[in-house]
């Protein structure tokens, strides 16, 4: 049983940065996959990145390649997302979520076992 918890989330101008945290609970924050995604009103969930549980590998949405970075600090039981050159299309609610499988960086939601509550994120033009 994992437990996340989103931050970071707010209100910024087109051409901004933000940057949000995932902070998971227990011990065993190393042995699981992450992923970000983002939902909109009447729209599914949509993969944002992807980071393996050692870092050492990423897989990112083509939407947000070369904007966004998805990182983790295991140390600390969190994982991030630094957002730049931020569009009014990357107005979402973020969620973080988790994969027991800790190579395992796929860009399917189904996969994920453990979410986040969300974060939302808006980007004014």
């Known amino acids: 049983q994992v437990q996340l918890v989103e931050s970071g989330g707010g209100l910024v101008q087109a051409g901004d940065s933000l940057r949000l945290s995932c902070a998971a609970s227990?011990?065993?924050?190393?042995?699981?996959?992450m992923g970000w995604f983002r939902q909109t009103p009447g729209k599914e969930r949509e993969f944002v990145a992807a980071i393996s549980g050692s870092g050492g590998s990423t897989y990112y949405a083509d939407s947000v390649k070369g904007r966004f970075t998805i990182s983790r600090d295991n140390a600390k039981n969190t994982m991030y997302l630094q957002m730049n050159s931020l569009k009014p299309g990357d107005t979402a609610v973020y969620y973080c979520a988790a994969n027991r499988i800790q190579y395992r960086t796929s860009r399917n939601s189904y996969e994920y076992d453990y979410w986040g509550q969300g974060t939302q994120v808006t980007v004014s033009s």
């Open positions: 227990g011990r065993t924050f190393s042995t699981y996959a």
